[in-house]
T-cell receptor, first 116, second 114 residues
């Protein structure tokens, strides 16, 4: 069974600074996807960034980038130039590409607060 | 276009009552998922449909939970004889195709069992 661990329950950062959220996972699969989702206080879950395990290049989306270390099973999210609107719960998630079910396995989340 | 919608947004049920939660996925999306999110936790998978076929129901916590998607579009999650431990936010997500892996989430239904 796959597991996802987020070891930082809460983090805070000053506006315009950079912050890194940690995520590790455990799987015996070789092909899979990793995701970071953002859940603002309104609760609608939004995809931030996605990484395919077979790609060596780290994914980037504007101010968001990941550091994917496949051998270490680590998938951290870096937010640059933090903005007040980045305040939210951030969930790391895993999805295997085989087995028929595309279900997401989530970590417990990191509550990020961006301070003015 | 319209996103995933869920209704009702809030539901209060007395212990022992049956409830039905509705999910309208994005039009044309093949895959539909239900997740349960307890307070302060990450979502946990309940069940998965590809069109009208329920391909994975391994996350349903008991036989009191039942989901259907009879025409491959709208889905209903039914909970019979609700218990206090069923109190949670129930999230629905849809994705365009079986292999797309990008899921779009609805706003959720917050169920409180008293």
């Amino acid at each position: 069974a796959q597991t996802v661990t987020q070891s930082q329950p809460e983090m805070s950062v000053q506006e315009a600074e950079t912050v890194t959220l940690s995520c590790t996972y455990d799987t015996s699969e070789n092909n899979y996807y990793l995701f970071w989702y953002k859940q603002p206080p309104s609760r609608q879950m939004i995809l931030v960034i996605r990484q395919e395990a077979y790609k060596q290049q780290n994914a980037t989306e504007n101010r968001f980038s990941v550091n994917f270390q496949k051998a270490a099973k680590s998938f951290s999210l870096k937010i640059s130039d933090s903005q007040l609107g980045d305040t939210a719960m951030y969930f790391c998630a895993f999805s295997a590409t085989q087995g028929g079910s595309e279900k997401l396995v989530f970590g417990k989340g990191t509550k990020l607060t961006v301070n003015p | 276009g319209a996103g995933v919608s869920q209704s009702p947004r809030y539901k209060v049920a007395k212990r022992g009552q049956d409830v039905a939660l509705r999910c309208d996925p994005i039009s044309g999306h093949v895959s539909l998922f239900w997740y349960q999110q307890a307070l302060g936790q990450g979502p946990e998978f309940l069940t998965y449909f590809q069109n009208e076929a329920q391909l994975d129901k391994s996350g349903l916590p008991s036989d009191r939970f039942f989901a259907e998607r009879p025409e491959g579009s709208v889905s209903t999650l039914k909970i019979q004889r609700t218990q206090q431990e069923d109190s949670a936010v129930y999230l629905c997500a849809s994705s365009l195709a079986a292999a797309s892996y990008e899921q779009y989430f609805g706003p959720g239904t917050r169920l409180t069992v008293t």
